[in-house]
Nanobody
Framework: QVQLVESGGGLVQPGGSLRLSCAASGRTFSNYPMAWFRQAPGKEREFVASINWNGGSTYYADSVKGRFTISRDNGKNTVYLQMNSLKPEDTAVYYC???????????????????WGQGTQVTVSS
């Protein structure tokens, strides 16, 4: 069993920044691709960003490209999401997820992931 715990969410003004952290416990964490998803009220849970096992390859949703950065520190068993230039439409619960395979398929699909954190709320409002 892999447990993922997100932190770092909160209330920020438009244009501001937040850094989310996902602390993971469990065996072989460093071998798996990881991702961030988000879900706003009344909307589907949507893909935000993914990262491969060593951080050498990343992939972003068009809506956050150029503003968000996903990274990982395998030594700390932690994945990060740096969010800059935040917009009100970024308001959502953000979830960390572990890919179900060592080699990911389409990272945008929720079905690719087998473990999820409970989420952290990000609210962007003036």
């Amino acid at each position: 069993q892999v447990q993922l715990v997100e932190s770092g969410g909160g209330l920020v003004q438009p244009g501001g920044s937040l850094r989310l952290s996902c602390a993971a416990s469990g065996r072989t964490f460093s071998n798996y691709p990881m991702a961030w998803f988000r879900q706003a009220p009344g909307k589907e849970r949507e893909f935000v960003a993914s990262i491969n096992w060593n951080g050498g390859s990343t992939y972003y949703a068009d809506s956050v490209k150029g503003r968000f950065t996903i990274s990982r520190d395998n030594g700390k068993n932690t994945v990060y999401l740096q969010m800059n230039s935040l917009k009100p439409e970024d308001t959502a619960v953000y979830y960390c997820a572990r890919n179900r395979r060592l080699l990911s398929g389409n990272p945008e699909l929720r079905s690719e992931y087998d473990y999820w954190g409970q989420g952290t709320q990000v609210t962007v409002s003036s």
